[in-house]
């Protein structure tokens, strides 16, 4: 069975420092790994994903996201954050020939300090 | 054009009441889903079909029935709503069952009283 843990519900950064989220999966079979951003009162959308190929994936404004087997881990940054960043973000994870639903992680708070 | 579009957007109903949710996709997709998120935004499968034929049906209560009558409508309808159906539920579609990366709708915010 799939499942995804998010370390920390919520992280707090300053404007213009480092964003770590981290997202740590458990696969049977290789993994699709997902990250969405929703911003309060809006549905989810796709920030970037893993198939296949090159584990680092590049996504949308700014963020990206390395896969690394070794570790289960799937975890997103971003150089330098932004006030705008401030968001609920998403882990999840599909296995690719197994149970493809998408099962998400609980989600992590990125808060944006002045 | 929005790509997977929900109604209502807001929901406020009485406890007992049977009351619907509409979901419609024009991307093309094949799979669609619903899913719930509660207060704490914890997201939480509830359904899933593909090509209007049902594939997944998580433990959810009877009350809840999903309808499909076409691969690009996947409707939600509840009976005898209670207190704690109280949520956000989501509808998404993907292009099918191997590519999932999905595409969300708005949410509909369902608040029972």
């Known amino acids: 069975a799939q499942s995804v843990t998010q370390l920390g519900s919520h992280v707090s950064v300053s404007e213009g420092a480092l964003v770590l989220l981290r997202c740590n999966y458990s696969?049977?079979?290789?993994?699709?790994l997902f990250w969405y951003v929703q911003y309060p009162n809006q549905g989810l959308q796709l920030l970037l994903k893993y198939t296949t190929g090159a584990t680092l994936v590049k996504g949308i404004n700014g963020f990206e996201a390395e896969f690394k087997k070794s570790e289960t881990s799937f975890h997103l940054t971003k150089p330098s954050a932004h006030m705008s960043d401030a968001a609920e973000y998403f882990c999840?994870?599909?296995?690719?020939?197994?149970?493809?639903?998408?099962?998400f992680g609980r989600g992590t708070s990125l808060i944006v300090h002045p | 054009d929005t790509a997977v579009s929900q109604t209502p957007k807001y929901l406020v109903t009485q406890m007992g009441n049977d009351k619907s949710i509409k979901c419609e996709q024009n991307?093309?997709?094949?799979?669609m889903y619903w899913y719930k998120q509660d207060s704490k935004k914890f997201l939480k499968i509830m359904f899933s079909y593909n090509n209007k034929e049902l594939i997944i049906n998580e433990t959810v209560p009877n009350r809840f029935s999903p309808k499909s009558p076409d691969k690009a409508h996947l409707n939600l309808h509840i009976n005898s709503l209670e207190l704690g159906d109280s949520a956000v539920y989501f509808c998404a579609s993907s292009l099918d069952v191997e590519n999932t990366e999905a595409f969300f709708g708005q949410g509909t915010r369902l608040t029972v009283v």
């Open positions: 696969s049977s079979v290789p993994p699709y």
């Open positions: 999840a994870v599909s296995e690719s020939g197994g149970s493809y639903i998408p099962t």
């Open positions: 991307l093309g997709h094949d799979t």
